[in-house]
């Protein structure tokens, strides 16, 4: 498998809780290196933007509030095939459902507040990393 890009996004309840140490620690343990990183807070147009796939679910202006209601962490992460590394290391959507030893097992408080996002396929990798970085901004 080749050394792929993937994008990542430590959530609003994770950047208030002071976690963002403790989570990148966990992308590194898993063999993941940071190669882009910077700290943001969103408008609500880019929310809605970013998040537009679910724009048709009930979840979804709930999801948008949440992603703007403090700063978040975004950054690009490096590894061999780190797409799938990342969402094995992130743990299930709900963290009713995470594996031990996940983010999301050990840091989110609920299916929406769930401590971090990544891209699930490469296509949207590419387009979620050129949403919020140049390529001046990404250092391997
Ligand atoms: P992910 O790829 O694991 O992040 O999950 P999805 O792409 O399915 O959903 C995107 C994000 O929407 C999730 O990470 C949650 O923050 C939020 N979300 C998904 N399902 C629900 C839900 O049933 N209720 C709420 N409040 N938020 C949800
Ligand atoms: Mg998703």
């Known amino acids: 498998m080749a050394i792929q890009r993937t ?13 963002t140490g403790k989570i990148i620690a966990k992308f590194e343990d898993a063999g993941l290196r940071v190669v882009a ?5 969103l408008t609500l147009a880019q929310a809605q933007e970013f998040y537009g796939v679910h724009k048709d679910r009930p979840f979804f202006g709930e999801l948008c ?19 799938q590394k990342n969402r094995d290391v992130m743990g299930a959507t709900n963290p ?12 989110a408080l609920s299916i929406g507040e769930n ?5 699930d396929a490469p ?11 140049s390529g001046l901004e990404l250092v391997g």
Not at 72 to 80: A, K, N, P, R, T
Not at 115 to 119: A, C, I, K, L, Q
Not at 123 to 133: G, L
Request: hydrophobic share 40%.
């Open 115 to 119: 401590s971090v996002h990544g891209s």
């Open 65 to 83: 509030e949440f992603m703007i209601s403090e700063p978040i962490v975004v950054q690009v992460l490096e590894g061999e095939n780190a797409i």
């Open 96 to 107: 009713a459902d995470a594996a031990e030893g996940t983010i999301r097992k050990e840091f």
């Open 37 to 41: 990183s910077k700290r943001i807070q």
């Open 123 to 133: 296509e949207t990798a590419k387009e979620e990393i050129a949403y919020f970085f």
């Open 7 to 19: 994008f990542s996004i430590i959530k609003p309840d994770a950047t208030k809780r002071n976690l």
